[in-house]
């Protein structure tokens, strides 16, 4: 596997459902990022790990939790999620430190909340 | 706060021909970091090309430029000989130097969509 990848690639889950999003990125960086891509807004920045400490929030719902066990791997825990919710979550990943780091994406997950 | 805007929500072009993305960014900062991304139907964001602010040179990759206008807060996209592979959605980006406010983060315009046409 080369660059970032995310699983699954499209996620059905009811509003009681608890499922997780997973991340892995192969390219040796040190920051990652979580974006939700929805159909009428702009992506938007959710979270935001460096060297695995979080350094912004972006007052996202507490029914999406983040976890960064190390540099190399992202989730997003999900749980009572909201119709308004299904969206293309994305993944990215940069070297981090660094100014003006390219972010590297994923393909995404598409998640539909029933 | 930071706010990209891309006011053409869909383009079109001939394949072969040439057209330009534009984009248009709000910041207080002198420094900071403007980049295009494409997003083809298969869903994956790819970086097209990277500008530094304090550069003064336009960047180029290979079929694609930019018009940077510093004083005017404006950076649109060329790509020149146009082939079916560049339909996709194209986004405009912007990131603050780290330190700034949100240093480091990038925010995304709305998208154009532009499709290639045979």
């Known amino acids: 596997e080369t660059g970032v990848t995310q699983t699954p690639r499209h996620l059905v889950m009811g509003m009681t459902n608890k499922k997780s999003l997973k991340c892995e990125q192969h390219?040796?960086?040190?920051?990652m990022y979580w974006y939700k891509q929805s159909a009428k807004k702009p992506l938007e920045l959710m979270f935001v790990y460096s060297l695995e400490e979080r350094v912004e929030n972006n007052s996202v719902p507490s029914r999406f939790s983040p976890e960064c066990p190390n540099s190399s791997h992202l989730f997003l825990h999900l749980h009572t999620l909201q119709p308004e919710d299904s969206a293309l979550y994305l993944c990215?990943?940069?070297?981090?430190?660094?100014?003006?780091?390219?972010?590297?994406f994923g393909p995404g997950t598409r998640l539909t909340v029933l | 706060a930071q706010t990209v805007t891309q006011s053409q929500p869909e383009m079109s072009v001939q394949e072969a021909e040439t057209v330009t993305l534009s984009c248009t960014y709000d910041?207080?900062?002198?420094?900071?970091?403007l980049f295009w991304y494409k997003q083809p139907p298969s869903r994956q964001m790819i970086l097209v090309i990277r500008?530094?602010?304090?550069?003064?040179q336009n960047a180029t990759e290979n079929r694609f430029s930019v018009n940077f206008q510093k004083a005017a807060k404006s950076f649109s996209l060329k790509i020149s000989d146009s082939q079916l592979g560049d339909t996709a959605m194209y986004f405009c980006?912007?990131?603050?130097?780290?330190?700034?406010?949100?240093?480091?983060?990038?925010?995304f315009g709305g998208g154009t969509r532009l499709m290639v046409k045979p």
């Open positions: 500008q530094e602010a304090y550069k003064q």
């Open positions: 980006a912007f990131m603050n130097p780290p330190g700034a406010n949100a240093g480091n983060m990038l925010t």
């Open positions: 910041t207080s900062e002198n420094n900071y970091y």
């Open positions: 390219l040796g960086h040190n920051a």
């Open positions: 990215a990943s940069s070297q981090g430190g660094g100014r003006g780091d390219t972010q590297y």
